[in-house]
């Protein structure tokens, strides 16, 4: 898939609003690719592509966890992270996408992961600091994404879960092995 048919495909399934984010993270993603050596169309096509499954329905999307045999863990947690996993398996399995970059990309912009590829952190990234976000936090993790990746990821990561625990809610395993990973990293970089 291309990136013009990527954004025909977003703009018919996602409101206005998520259609602007997309763009928006894709235009990040595409900066912060330029500035880390990525492969700009690859990081741009997982950047229009990640919140593809975003506006479906959580009955939809349960039904999509279970079609597509994701781990039924899932479910266990909040229902915010499971457009991730959906819309990946949606873009193998209905579009053709192949390349593991940018479904896993696409599968783990809301959790991180450790040991996430180059494509899969910028896309990490750039979905919390594209321009239209404002919460506590994204101003550091922006002025860090200019000078070090990882640095912005560990706070990325760090910035959520503070965010979920004061909400009291629970947090998926990836998250915690995404922080663990990265602040290790992040010290010895």
């Not at 291309?2 to 984010?21: C, G």
């Not at 503070?162 to 092995?177: A, E, G, H, S």
Request: proline residues 4%.
């Amino acid at each position: 898939m291309d990136t013009e048919r990527a954004r025909k495909l977003i703009e018919q399934v996602l409101t206005k609003n998520r259609f602007e984010h997309s763009l928006r993270v894709a235009d990040t993603a595409v900066t912060l690719a330029k500035r880390y050596d990525a492969p700009v169309e690859k990081v741009e096509l997982a950047a229009l592509l990640h919140d593809y499954a975003k506006c479906m329905t959580q009955d939809e999307l349960r039904n999509y966890i279970e079609k597509y045999d994701l781990p039924p863990t899932l479910l266990a947690y909040n229902s915010e992270l499971w457009h991730g996993p959906v819309g990946a398996m949606m873009m193998k399995y209905r579009y053709g996408v192949k390349d593991k970059d940018v479904l896993n990309a696409i599968y783990y912009h809301t959790t991180g992961r450790a040991n996430m590829s180059l494509i899969e952190q910028i896309i990490f990234v750039a979905d919390f600091i594209e321009p239209g976000r404002n919460h506590p936090g994204v101003e550091e993790v922006r002025e860090l994404a200019e000078m070090n990746l990882v640095l912005a990821i560990q706070r990325t990561l760090r910035n959520s879960i503070i965010y979920l625990v004061n909400k009291n809610v629970t947090l998926y395993p990836d998250t915690f092995y995404a922080y663990n990973n990265f602040t290790v990293k992040g010290e010895f970089d």
